[in-house]
């Protein structure tokens, strides 16, 4: 079953707005990462934080993690129309592979 | 992506046939993994493997068998093709066990079981 569940399902935002997404999840971890999809194609890692880390930057994305509160935001800012895609969230716990939510749809329009 | 490919990207077959897809990295990683992709399920792990030989179950491993005679090549066998199991299959791959890894993965099959 899914460690992780994102919300929104879908997001339709305009080119330059900030676009965020959260994800929730079961049982404690190691690490969260988060991964894109564009439509057709595999799936592209982005950003992993670790359970000690609290927040990271990598170009115009931030992730956050709140361990108390089991989630994690994707934020990105300045969206661009190539930034369409489908967003995924996926949990490290341990020594088994990743378990990934069902993702949350990106729609930018320019 | 480079360094993993996966054959065919595309395959239509009857129900009830064998069905095998490959997986074939050139990163020499040790970790190889089969999910697959549903709307409204996002991805879900078949089949993985941690070496040559070594492999284990995932969630949905049922109606599929896995084999890995060497690094390179992680192969995935529907042994008897059901509609359910039209899908979108990834391989991906992972040069440790997920701890600060991230995975690669590959462009997909998409299979259709008539």
């Known amino acids: 079953s899914q460690q992780g569940e994102e919300d929104p399902q879908a997001l339709s935002i305009q080119e330059g707005e900030n676009a965020t997404m959260n994800c929730s999840y079961k049982t404690s971890i190691n690490n969260l990462q988060w991964y894109r999809q564009n439509s057709g194609r595999g799936l592209v890692h982005l950003i992993l934080?670790?359970?000690?880390?609290r927040e990271k930057h990598s170009g115009r994305l931030r992730v956050t993690l709140d361990t108390s509160k089991k989630s994690s935001s994707l934020l990105i800012t300045a969206s661009r129309a190539a930034d369409t895609a489908s967003y995924f969230c996926?949990?490290?716990?341990?020594?088994?592979?990743?378990?990934f939510g069902k993702g949350t749809r990106l729609s930018v329009i320019a | 992506d480079a360094g993993i490919t996966q054959s065919p990207r595309h395959k239509v077959t009857e129900t009830g046939t064998p069905v095998t897809l490959r997986c074939h990295q050139t990163?020499?990683?040790?970790?190889m993994y089969w999910y697959r992709q549903d709307p409204g399920h996002g991805l879900r792990l078949i089949h993985y493997?941690?070496?040559?030989?070594?492999?284990d179950k995932g969630e949905v491993s049922d109606g599929y068998s896995v084999s890995r005679s060497k690094t390179e090549d992680f192969l995935l066998t529907l042994e008897s093709a059901t509609s359910s199991q039209t899908s979108v299959y990834f391989c991906?791959?992972?040069?440790?066990?997920?701890?600060?890894?991230?995975?690669?993965f590959g462009s997909g099959t998409r299979l259709t079981v008539v």
């Open positions: 934080i670790r359970s000690n880390e």
């Open positions: 493997s941690y070496g040559v030989k070594d492999t």
């Open positions: 991906a791959i992972s040069g440790g066990q997920n701890h600060n890894y991230g995975y690669t």
């Open positions: 996926a949990t490290d716990s341990g020594n088994t592979p990743l378990v």
């Open positions: 990163e020499n990683h040790r970790y």
